[in-house]
């Protein structure tokens, strides 16, 4: 079945240690997102990626990292630079930037921190 | 994109129409009204979207009003599992930008 798959489900992070939220696609979209979410909010922008190689910053990438070195997976690092990590991570993907706007999102990662 | 204005939560009983509201009086010629819903602890899903016609799919209906500046959507039996956060989102198609998701309307299916 194509989709759009998030791992692990539920993380945790140490003080000071970087963790990596992976995000696999088989739908052959061009374009990935990462968004976060806080309890009881919406979802806000962290970094999206319209092709391989190429990728913007969301309105909150401050401590966050991605890469796109394939069409297939947009890894999201958080790293100890974002002091406030705990949050439900979800990555999305589109067909492309002329495939109108439906998203299809994973199931999400819970990431907390010990 | 235009701003929307949706309620914060709103219940239905099982097996009745919900009917989900969404202002959205500065929305433009090029515009298009989107829907969402996340259902606890998932990832939104796509339901359906319309520019000035009414739009209907096999998860819900979309009633766009003559002058577009409010729409609603319709879930015509609800079920349990239709328990969630609606999103209405209005933006340009094709646009350049990712989607920018509120904080929807909280349904609550009740038996």
């Known amino acids: 079945d194509g989709g759009i798959t998030q791992s692990p489900k539920y993380l945790f992070r140490k003080e000071g240690q970087n963790v990596t939220l992976s995000c696999e696609q088989n739908?052959?979209?061009?374009?990935m997102y990462w968004y976060r979410q806080d309890p009881g909010q919406g979802l806000r922008l962290i970094y999206y990626?319209?092709?391989?190689?190429?990728?913007q910053k969301g309105d909150i990438a401050e401590g966050y990292s991605v890469s796109r070195e394939k069409k297939e997976s947009f890894p999201l690092t958080v790293t100890s630079a974002q002091k406030n990590p705990t949050a439900f991570y979800l990555c999305?993907?589109?067909?492309?930037?002329?495939?109108?706007?439906?998203?299809?999102f994973g199931s999400g990662t819970q990431l907390s921190v010990l | 994109d235009a701003k929307t204005t949706q309620p914060t939560s709103m219940d239905c009983a099982e097996g009745r129409a919900a009917n989900l509201p969404c202002n959205h009086s500065t929305i433009s010629g090029n515009e298009y009204v989107y829907w969402y819903r996340q259902i606890h602890s998932q990832g939104p899903q796509y339901i359906i979207h319309g520019l000035k016609n009414n739009e209907t799919n096999e998860m819900a209906s979309l009633i766009i009003t003559e002058d577009r500046k409010s729409s609603t959507l319709i879930l015509p039996h609800a079920t349990l599992r239709d328990t969630a956060v609606y999103y209405c989102i209005v933006r340009v198609i094709e646009g350049n930008t990712p989607l920018v998701f509120g904080k929807g309307t909280r349904l609550s299916v009740i038996a």
């Open positions: 990626s319209q092709i391989v190689n190429d990728f």
């Open positions: 739908l052959n979209h061009d374009a």
């Open positions: 999305a993907s589109k067909e492309g930037l002329h495939s109108g706007e439906k998203l299809f």
